[in-house]
């Protein structure tokens, strides 16, 4: 859950408590009033983001796939002997 603080006490040692959320990747939680912030680190961009475009993947459905005339394609000889 990461350490909790009060205003006050975020106040006093704001720089120091920002670090320890940096470096540790832990929240820093502040409760007021019966409420609570959360300050958390950003982690950027997720790992799905760096994935590159793949020309010859399908995207769709599943089930097209059945409906496709694949005869034009196939040759019976390189099916046999890849």
């Known amino acids: ?5 009060t205003p006050s006490q ?3 040692d704001i720089y120091r408590l920002i670090d320890a959320v940096l470096e540790t990747g ?6 007021r009033k019966g409420r609570t912030l959360r300050l958390v680190p950003d982690h950027g961009e997720g790992k799905l983001s760096r994935l ?7 995207v769709g459905d599943p089930e097209d796939l059945v409906e496709i005339d694949w005869m034009a394609d196939w040759d019976p000889d390189r099916a ?3």
Do not use: K
Not at 1 to 5: I, P, Y
Not at 52 to 58: G, L, M, T
């Open 1 to 5: 859950m990461g350490t909790s603080v």
């Open 10 to 12: 975020l106040r006093a």
């Open 26 to 31: 832990e929240p820093l939680v502040i409760e």
């Open 52 to 58: 590159r475009p793949q020309p010859e993947v399908i």
């Open 80 to 82: 046999l002997n890849p």
